[in-house]
């Protein structure tokens, strides 16, 4: 049966490394002195830079990894084709400035086909068990929404695993994974009813074939980055800061930093003096979800799927994945994994978690498709150092403090998917608020001009409607 992308696949393929191709940065040493040092190469990072370069000011990225990207990560040398082992679409492309960037670069973006499809044991959902499937996602989501109407005090703020309609049946641990853990890396009861509604709605998606990762790094080319450069400490006060890294220290008049909250919280960046409790407590309360990929490489097309078909199962609980099949025409198919169950999986090793695919599709499929493996790879993201996660996730009572990792500290600024209210776990909330936090450091260095026009404001939320159910050739959907 077909669903539209707003139904299990709106929620999907957020951000959430290893090996990947850095196409084209901007290597650079690091300089003893800049104007703004921007700390990490992703696409916050990216965007600050450029926006500061735009105003004819020095700027140096440090990035402590070997490529540009971030959660964006383009492999092109496990399988012989390219995929994504992070954010793999762009959401929303009309309004998307990523979709706009990569157009102008001369990357190949296009909308993805994709067919969804729900498997029940060894077949496919009837027509009315798919409906049952729909109605029980738009029961959900309306709870949910329903839930977080009214709520301005985060205090009052609750997980929306305890607003979940309790008679979903065969439904409810199908609907829990799409809209928790395949949504945001984490399960219902980890997420606050605020921060789910008030994300903004993912309507169409687009992908660039040669891969998103290699957009970041198209985006990066005039960007002078020093590669493998980690800061380990960041001494600050409201006039300047310096940045010590391997290569020596960066003196500057302000510093951007793009780290994810976890590697934020974790310590391993030291500041003098320290960050303020205030922002510490609000990046833990916005902690990584966990999110990863095995990928296989099956001959034959033993499942006998199109090109970017979409499959979920009726689960009895949130043990279970996402399939997109056929990547992009190929051989290539990713079994997505997350949440609680994800980051037990991954933290057993690739092999626990390829068995695990192969028992997965076997149990689905039949034989055949363990037969048919013939390459494998899978994503660790939580065992990345520098990253330690997928996408961020607020905790019940923890909305608010996205919008406390904005305000300004001293001569710092925070900025990464955590930072966006709306666009959170988005490659679109991190561009926007890199692009943001480089506007309030270029203002608190005295570079733009007097009456120059502020930074555009963030979009407005858009509340997540609840879906209708339409009829529609050859099923129904969620639209």
Not at 34 to 41: H, L, Q
Not at 67 to 72: A, L, T, Y
Not at 226 to 233: G, I, Q, V, Y
Not at 413 to 438: I, K, M, P, Q
């Amino acid at each position: 049966m077909t669903l539209t992308r707003r139904g299990f696949l709106s929620a999907s393929a957020g951000l959430a490394a290893v090996p990947a191709l850095c196409a084209g940065a901007f290597a650079a040493s690091a300089p003893r002195q800049a104007d703004i040092v921007v700390i990490g190469a992703g696409a916050a990072g990216i965007a600050a830079a450029r926006r500061i370069m735009a105003a004819n000011r020095k700027v140096i990225v440090v990035e402590a990894t070997g490529q540009v990207g971030g959660r964006c990560l383009t492999d092109s040398a496990t399988f012989d084709v390219p995929f994504d082992r992070g954010a793999r679409w762009l959401h929303n492309p009309e309004t998307n400035p990523v979709t706009r960037l990569a157009r102008m670069a001369g990357l190949d973006v296009s909308p993805v086909p994709l067919g969804q499809k729900i498997r029940i044991g060894r077949r496919f959902a009837r027509a009315g068990e798919t409906e049952e499937f729909l109605a029980a996602l738009v029961r959900a989501n309306r709870a949910i929404d329903d839930a977080s109407r009214g709520k301005t005090d985060v205090r009052t703020d609750v997980s929306c695993a305890s607003v979940m309609p309790r008679d979903l049946g065969d439904w409810a641990g199908t609907t829990e994974f799409t809209l928790g853990a395949n949504a945001t890396g984490k399960d219902l009861r980890d997420i606050s009813v605020i921060d789910k509604a008030r994300a903004q709605e993912r309507n169409a998606a687009v992908a660039c074939r040669q891969g998103l990762g290699v957009v970041i790094a198209k985006l990066a080319e005039q960007v002078p980055v020093a590669f493998s450069t980690p800061a380990s400490r960041i001494s600050w006060n409201g006039r300047d800061v310096t940045v010590e890294t391997p290569g020596g220290n960066i003196a500057a008049r302000a510093a951007i930093i793009t780290v994810s909250s976890n590697v934020l919280t974790a310590g391993g960046i030291k500041f003098t003096p320290e960050l303020p409790k205030r922002q510490l407590d609000a990046a833990a309360k916005l902690s990584l979800g966990s999110y990863d990929r095995i990928v296989l490489q099956l001959s034959g097309n033993p499942l006998g799927l199109a090109r970017d078909d979409v499959l979920i199962e009726q689960s009895s609980s949130t043990r279970t994945a996402l399939l997109l099949a056929n990547m992009a025409g190929s051989s290539l198919c990713s079994i997505d994994v997350a949440g609680s169950f994800g980051r037990d999986l991954a933290a057993q090793g690739e092999a626990a978690m390829i068995a695990f695919a192969v028992e997965w599709l076997t149990r689905m499929f039949g034989s055949e498709a363990a037969a048919a493996v013939k390459k494998s790879s899978a994503t660790r993201w939580n065992a990345a150092p520098f990253v330690q996660g997928a996408m961020s996730a607020a905790v019940p009572g923890g909305q608010g403090s996205r919008k406390i990792l904005t305000e300004p500290i001293g001569c710092l600024f925070l900025a990464g998917e955590a930072t966006h209210e709306t666009l959170w776990g988005r490659v679109d909330g991190a561009w926007e608020s890199g692009e943001l936090a480089a506007e309030a450091a270029l203002r608190k260095i005295g570079a733009l001009r007097v009456g120059e026009p502020e930074p555009a404001p963030s979009r407005a939320p858009k509340r997540r409607r609840a879906a209708p159910i339409r009829s529609a050739l050859p099923g129904p959907r969620i639209n």
